[in-house]
């Protein structure tokens, strides 16, 4: 087991953390925390259990044993309700493919997590606009289904960005882009803790990229036993 401690105060704290699937732990004995300002990277190959730490701390998956804490809170005690704010206020998540929606243009993405948070519209029209042309994209007049990989994966980060959320999890940000798209998207993913304040949580099977992260950690996967976290 490898406690991971961020120089910031800890916005999100795991601890001793096991997740299981059907009768099988898939990962044991995780700990690590992360400040606001921060970044951790988990790194891992396909398969060794990187999904399954972040469908926890998502609040998606109840860990079989140890605990995770986001802002002191337990996230496998939330309500229904305190879960529904957590998701849609506080975690603002990356995926690998952008999960966007095709016939809509890129403000209009945006513009969707912002609301489902129930911002105030005009202020989600502003703030989708101000951060998409922070990432070099023009917030209208393409759809998404006709923007390159890197364009793509920049609306997903504004998705991720609307709400202003303490925490940012990529799951493999950069996974399913090309070498040009895929140097763009990591420098706007790494510019999160800066840029924007929040706690940066990344999980990839890119060497270099995880490298690049405030905290490495390697997941090591056993075939006759769980995964555990490393220092990597």
């Not at 001793?16 to 891992?44: K, Q, T």
């Not at 519209?121 to 502003?126: L, P």
């Not at 895929?182 to 800066?194: G, M, Q, T, Y």
């Amino acid at each position: 087991m490898t406690t991971v401690t961020s120089e910031a105060a800890p916005i999100l704290e795991v601890c001793d953390l096991a997740v299981r699937y059907r009768r099988r732990r898939v990962v044991d004995g995780v700990s690590f925390a992360v400040g606001l300002g921060d970044g951790a990277a988990i790194l891992g190959r396909s398969g060794s259990g990187k999904s399954s730490i972040l469908s926890a701390v998502i609040g998606l998956v109840k860990p079989a044993a140890g605990t995770i804490r986001f802002d002191g809170h337990d996230v496998a005690r939330m309500s229904r309700s305190q879960r529904e704010q957590y998701l849609r206020h506080e975690i603002g998540v990356v995926f690998q493919h952008g999960e966007l929606f095709d016939d809509l243009e890129a403000r209009e993405n945006v513009m969707v997590a912002a609301l489902l948070a129930e911002m105030d519209r005009d202020d989600a029209y502003e703030r989708s606009t101000t951060l998409l042309r922070d990432l070099g994209l023009e917030p209208s007049g393409t759809l998404v289904r006709d923007m390159s990989g890197g364009e793509r994966q920049r609306v997903a980060i504004a998705r991720a960005l609307v709400t202003s959320p303490r925490l940012v999890i990529a799951d493999e940000p950069t996974g399913s882009l090309d070498a040009e798209f895929r140097d763009i998207v990591a420098e706007h993913i790494l510019d999160v803790p800066r840029r924007w304040g929040s706690a940066l949580l990344m999980v990839t099977h890119d060497e270099a990229l995880a490298a690049r992260v405030g905290t490495c950690y390697r997941l090591l996967a056993d075939q006759d036993g769980p995964a555990q976290l490393v220092t990597a």
